[in-house]
């Protein structure tokens, strides 16, 4: 771990009392954490929308019985390979496939990836949950 840099923070007291709510709500220990837990947040969205590396997870719901969508969503996995991890398939029932995609490249051609598959008649649903690599939060 790198040194430690304390420094201080001047808000106005409305803020203060809000952010003290926040920290409360979620958890944390002391406002040092929160604190720490917002910079990392927002780096990481700037890494997203500046092209930046990213990894996260596509998550999508579609119906295998219909026609041809399965070899599309497998030639459309395979022009992404590159991007793609790992994929885990579930059977949710007899109709119906979950299938989550981990995924590691850059912030733009993994949004590619999800769109073109959400873009695909026969997948009901699909998000992308992007996170970081985590290198350049060391
Ligand atoms: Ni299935």
Redesign the pocket.
């Known amino acids: 771990m790198s040194k430690l840099y304390r420094f201080g923070v001047s808000l106005d007291k409305n803020l203060i009392n809000k952010f003290d709510k926040h920290i409360q709500l979620g958890n944390y220990k002391n406002r040092s954490e929160a604190i720490r837990d917002l910079i990392r947040e927002e780096l990481v969205r700037k890494q997203w929308t500046t092209g930046g590396d990213v990894a996260g997870a596509i998550t999508m719901v579609y119906d ?1 019985h219909k026609r041809e969508l399965v070899n599309v969503l497998i030639d459309t996995q395979h022009e992404f390979g590159k991007l793609i991890i790992s994929t885990q ?1 579930i ?1 949710l029932d007899h109709h119906n ?1 979950l299938e989550i995609i981990a995924v590691k490249g850059k912030s733009q051609d993994v949004q590619k990836l999800a769109s073109k598959l959400k873009a695909q008649k026969g997948v009901k649903h699909t998000s992308l949950s992007m996170s970081t690599t985590g290198k350049m939060l060391q």
Do not use: N
């Open positions: 295998h398939h059977h496939c």
